[in-house]
Protein backbone atom coordinates (compact mmCIF):
# COMPACT_ATOMS: atom_id res chain seq x y z
CA UNK A 1 0.00 0.00 0.00
CA UNK A 2 2.05 3.27 -1.02
CA UNK A 3 2.78 5.46 2.09
CA UNK A 4 3.62 8.55 2.61
CA UNK A 5 7.53 8.98 3.56
CA UNK A 6 9.30 10.78 6.22
CA UNK A 7 12.98 11.13 6.94
CA UNK A 8 14.34 11.79 9.38
CA UNK A 9 12.46 10.13 11.95
CA UNK A 10 14.34 12.25 14.78
CA UNK A 11 16.22 15.02 14.69
CA UNK A 12 18.39 16.70 17.13
CA UNK A 13 19.52 20.84 16.63
CA UNK A 14 20.85 23.28 18.25
CA UNK A 15 19.00 26.53 19.03
CA UNK A 16 19.42 28.83 16.38
CA UNK A 17 20.60 26.04 13.71
CA UNK A 18 18.69 25.55 10.01
CA UNK A 19 17.25 22.08 9.70
CA UNK A 20 15.43 20.46 6.80
CA UNK A 21 12.77 18.07 7.28
CA UNK A 22 11.98 15.89 4.24
CA UNK A 23 8.91 13.87 2.74
CA UNK A 24 8.21 12.19 0.20
CA UNK A 25 4.12 11.96 -0.40
CA UNK A 26 2.40 8.97 -2.37
CA UNK A 27 3.19 9.35 -5.81
CA UNK A 28 -0.25 10.02 -7.45
CA UNK A 29 -1.32 12.66 -5.03
CA UNK A 30 -1.71 16.42 -5.88
CA UNK A 31 -1.71 18.31 -2.74
CA UNK A 32 0.78 18.19 -0.22
CA UNK A 33 0.94 19.18 3.41
CA UNK A 34 2.74 19.64 6.59
CA UNK A 35 1.31 19.68 10.61
CA UNK A 36 2.74 20.02 13.81
CA UNK A 37 2.12 18.00 16.89
CA UNK A 38 3.78 19.87 20.27
CA UNK A 39 4.35 16.95 22.59
CA UNK A 40 0.00 15.82 24.03
CA UNK A 41 -1.09 18.96 22.46
CA UNK A 42 -3.08 18.28 18.97
CA UNK A 43 -2.34 18.21 15.54
CA UNK A 44 -1.89 21.43 14.09
CA UNK A 45 -2.23 22.93 10.44
CA UNK A 46 1.26 24.34 9.02
CA UNK A 47 1.24 25.10 5.41
CA UNK A 48 -0.32 23.10 1.97
CA UNK A 49 0.92 23.39 -1.28
CA UNK A 50 0.14 22.66 -4.64
CA UNK A 51 0.85 23.13 -8.24
CA UNK A 52 4.52 24.53 -6.98
CA UNK A 53 2.89 27.18 -4.57
CA UNK A 54 2.16 27.35 -1.12
CA UNK A 55 -1.98 27.37 -1.32
CA UNK A 56 -2.66 28.26 2.13
CA UNK A 57 -0.45 28.77 5.57
CA UNK A 58 -0.95 29.06 8.64
CA UNK A 59 -0.33 31.55 11.69
CA UNK A 60 2.54 29.33 12.69
CA UNK A 61 4.10 29.25 9.33
CA UNK A 62 5.76 32.23 9.47
CA UNK A 63 9.06 33.42 8.12
CA UNK A 64 10.79 31.15 9.57
CA UNK A 65 9.08 28.84 7.55
CA UNK A 66 9.46 27.63 3.82
CA UNK A 67 8.14 24.47 1.76
CA UNK A 68 10.15 23.37 -1.21
CA UNK A 69 9.09 20.52 -4.03
CA UNK A 70 12.84 20.57 -5.17
CA UNK A 71 12.04 17.39 -7.87
CA UNK A 72 8.97 15.05 -8.88
CA UNK A 73 9.24 12.79 -5.39
CA UNK A 74 10.56 15.64 -2.41
CA UNK A 75 8.49 17.85 -0.69
CA UNK A 76 10.33 19.68 1.87
CA UNK A 77 10.02 21.75 5.06
CA UNK A 78 12.81 24.04 6.41
CA UNK A 79 13.01 26.06 9.97
CA UNK A 80 15.67 28.64 10.14
CA UNK A 81 16.96 29.42 13.11
CA UNK A 82 15.38 26.51 14.91
CA UNK A 83 14.09 27.72 18.94
CA UNK A 84 13.14 25.61 21.48
CA UNK A 85 9.42 26.31 20.91
CA UNK A 86 9.88 24.35 17.62
CA UNK A 87 10.44 21.13 19.56
CA UNK A 88 7.40 19.36 17.99
CA UNK A 89 6.66 16.35 16.20
CA UNK A 90 6.12 17.54 12.08
CA UNK A 91 3.99 15.04 10.02
CA UNK A 92 3.83 15.69 6.60
CA UNK A 93 0.72 14.14 4.46
CA UNK A 94 -0.62 14.23 1.09
CA UNK A 95 -3.52 13.70 -1.01
CA UNK A 96 -5.60 13.25 -4.24
CA UNK A 97 -8.72 14.14 -3.46
CA UNK A 98 -9.89 14.75 0.13
CA UNK A 99 -8.39 12.28 1.78
CA UNK A 100 -5.05 13.10 3.69
CA UNK A 101 -2.73 10.14 4.66
CA UNK A 102 0.03 11.11 6.79
CA UNK A 103 3.84 10.02 7.42
CA UNK A 104 5.16 9.38 10.40
CA UNK A 105 6.46 12.19 11.15
CA UNK A 106 9.96 13.85 12.37
CA UNK A 107 10.36 14.32 16.09
CA UNK A 108 12.41 17.67 15.93
CA UNK A 109 13.81 18.37 19.28
CA UNK A 110 15.56 21.83 19.51
CA UNK A 111 18.45 21.87 22.35
CA UNK B 1 -14.85 29.70 14.52
CA UNK B 2 -11.93 27.29 13.26
CA UNK B 3 -12.31 25.25 16.20
CA UNK B 4 -13.78 21.24 16.96
CA UNK B 5 -14.24 21.04 20.47
CA UNK B 6 -13.63 17.16 21.51
CA UNK B 7 -14.73 15.20 23.91
CA UNK B 8 -13.85 13.47 26.74
CA UNK B 9 -10.26 14.20 26.66
CA UNK B 10 -9.84 10.92 28.14
CA UNK B 11 -12.06 7.29 28.06
CA UNK B 12 -11.12 3.92 29.41
CA UNK B 13 -13.55 1.50 28.68
CA UNK B 14 -13.71 -2.37 28.81
CA UNK B 15 -12.83 -5.06 26.16
CA UNK B 16 -16.31 -5.56 23.63
CA UNK B 17 -17.68 -2.25 25.52
CA UNK B 18 -18.62 0.47 23.04
CA UNK B 19 -16.73 3.47 23.22
CA UNK B 20 -18.22 6.69 21.91
CA UNK B 21 -16.24 10.07 21.36
CA UNK B 22 -17.71 13.53 20.50
CA UNK B 23 -17.08 16.56 18.21
CA UNK B 24 -18.63 19.90 17.62
CA UNK B 25 -17.91 22.32 15.06
CA UNK B 26 -19.31 25.70 14.76
CA UNK B 27 -18.13 26.59 11.18
CA UNK B 28 -20.80 25.29 8.65
CA UNK B 29 -18.68 25.67 5.78
CA UNK B 30 -16.82 22.28 7.16
CA UNK B 31 -18.22 19.32 4.72
CA UNK B 32 -15.94 16.59 5.49
CA UNK B 33 -15.32 15.27 9.61
CA UNK B 34 -12.88 12.07 9.24
CA UNK B 35 -11.44 10.39 12.35
CA UNK B 36 -7.82 9.86 12.59
CA UNK B 37 -6.66 7.14 15.17
CA UNK B 38 -2.47 7.60 16.11
CA UNK B 39 -0.55 5.05 17.97
CA UNK B 40 2.86 6.50 20.15
CA UNK B 41 5.48 7.45 17.66
CA UNK B 42 3.34 7.39 14.97
CA UNK B 43 1.22 9.46 12.15
CA UNK B 44 -2.42 9.99 12.16
CA UNK B 45 -3.93 6.92 10.29
CA UNK B 46 -7.22 8.10 7.94
CA UNK B 47 -9.91 5.86 10.24
CA UNK B 48 -13.49 6.80 8.96
CA UNK B 49 -14.91 10.05 7.40
CA UNK B 50 -18.61 11.13 6.58
CA UNK B 51 -20.02 13.78 4.80
CA UNK B 52 -23.04 15.85 6.22
CA UNK B 53 -25.30 14.83 3.40
CA UNK B 54 -25.93 11.72 5.55
CA UNK B 55 -26.79 11.22 9.03
CA UNK B 56 -24.47 7.62 9.64
CA UNK B 57 -21.64 5.51 8.31
CA UNK B 58 -20.67 2.24 9.52
CA UNK B 59 -17.17 0.29 8.81
CA UNK B 60 -16.46 -2.99 10.61
CA UNK B 61 -16.95 -1.97 14.62
CA UNK B 62 -16.02 1.75 13.71
CA UNK B 63 -19.81 3.92 12.99
CA UNK B 64 -20.06 7.61 12.75
CA UNK B 65 -23.06 9.58 13.89
CA UNK B 66 -23.54 13.04 12.19
CA UNK B 67 -26.13 15.75 13.37
CA UNK B 68 -26.28 18.30 10.81
CA UNK B 69 -28.83 20.92 13.20
CA UNK B 70 -26.15 20.73 16.11
CA UNK B 71 -23.11 20.43 14.24
CA UNK B 72 -22.22 17.53 16.19
CA UNK B 73 -20.64 14.33 15.39
CA UNK B 74 -19.24 11.38 16.99
CA UNK B 75 -17.45 8.28 16.64
CA UNK B 76 -18.52 4.98 18.16
CA UNK B 77 -16.03 1.79 18.40
CA UNK B 78 -18.45 -1.22 18.80
CA UNK B 79 -16.69 -4.33 20.96
CA UNK B 80 -13.74 -2.02 21.82
CA UNK B 81 -10.40 -4.36 22.13
CA UNK B 82 -6.88 -3.98 23.54
CA UNK B 83 -5.77 -2.76 20.20
CA UNK B 84 -8.07 -0.43 19.77
CA UNK B 85 -6.32 1.55 22.82
CA UNK B 86 -4.92 4.77 20.97
CA UNK B 87 -5.26 8.55 20.50
CA UNK B 88 -8.44 9.82 18.45
CA UNK B 89 -8.39 12.77 16.57
CA UNK B 90 -11.98 14.14 15.18
CA UNK B 91 -11.34 16.83 12.22
CA UNK B 92 -13.07 18.57 9.69
CA UNK B 93 -12.41 20.70 6.68
CA UNK B 94 -14.45 22.59 3.97
CA UNK B 95 -13.20 20.58 0.66
CA UNK B 96 -14.34 23.73 -1.71
CA UNK B 97 -10.79 24.96 -2.32
CA UNK B 98 -9.83 21.23 -3.63
CA UNK B 99 -6.98 20.74 -0.90
CA UNK B 100 -7.73 20.04 2.42
CA UNK B 101 -6.66 21.83 5.76
CA UNK B 102 -7.95 19.94 8.43
CA UNK B 103 -8.61 21.47 11.61
CA UNK B 104 -8.29 18.85 14.49
CA UNK B 105 -10.03 18.34 17.88
CA UNK B 106 -7.71 18.20 20.87
CA UNK B 107 -7.77 14.00 20.66
CA UNK B 108 -9.35 11.45 23.03
CA UNK B 109 -6.97 9.32 24.52
CA UNK B 110 -8.68 5.73 24.70
CA UNK B 111 -7.63 2.96 27.03
CA UNK B 112 -9.23 -0.73 26.33
CA UNK B 113 -9.06 -2.58 29.34
CA UNK B 114 -9.17 -6.40 28.83
Known amino acids: EPEVTQTPSHQVTQMGQEVILRCVPISNHLYFYWYRQILGQKVEFLVSFYNNEISEKSEIFDDQFSVERPDGSNFTLKIRSTKLEDSAMYFC?????????FGQGTRLTVV | QQQVKQSPQSLIVQKGGISIINCAYENTAFDYFPWYQQFPGKGPALLIA?????SEKKEGRFTISFNKSAKQFSLHIMDSQPGDSATYFC?????????????FGAGTRLAVHP
Open chain 1, 93 to 101: ASSRQIEAF
Open chain 2, 50 to 54: IRPDV
Open chain 2, 91 to 103: AATSHSGGYNKLI
